[in-house]
Nanobody, 125 residues
Framework: VQLQASGGGLVQAGGSLRLSCAASGRTFSSYVMGWFRQAPGKEREFVAAISWSGGSTYYADSVKGRFTISRDNAKDTVYLQMNSLKPEDTAVYYC???????????????????WGQGTLVTVSS
């Protein structure tokens, strides 16, 4: 599956952005999806994940209550709605996909085989 992330940009602290990740090439509804991010000088970290039905989601503590992951299987797209953005949310955001027989969510990077190219989010103070 090929992944194309978009929607990044520059936003002031307290603002919102919605990231999109469009998938192509395989049956999107059979893939669990995740968002990860990598801030300058730091390792890539988990942000959020969603099962292939959308019925199960999981968030990093740092974004819980501010970010929402969702998916539209008819459009082969997963979204990350980011509200109340903070300067520490500045990072390159990556979407990831993994085929799964089970309707679950995955939080570890090495559980995902497919990655998008990343989209930069910059939050100014």
């Amino acid at each position: 599956v090929q992944l194309q992330a978009s929607g990044g940009g520059l936003v002031q602290a307290g603002g919102s952005l919605r990231l999109s990740c469009a998938a192509s090439g395989r049956t999107f509804s059979s893939y669990v999806m995740g968002w990860f991010r990598q801030a300058p000088g730091k390792e890539r970290e988990f942000v959020a994940a969603i099962s292939w039905s959308g019925g199960s989601t999981y968030y990093a503590d740092s974004v819980k209550g501010r970010f929402t992951i969702s998916r539209d299987n008819a459009k082969d797209t997963v979204y990350l709605q980011m509200n109340s953005l903070k300067p520490e949310d500045t990072a390159v955001y990556y979407c990831a996909a993994e085929y799964s027989l089970y309707d679950l969510q995955l939080q570890e990077q090495d559980e995902y085989d497919y990655w998008g190219q990343g989209t930069l989010v910059t939050v100014s103070s």
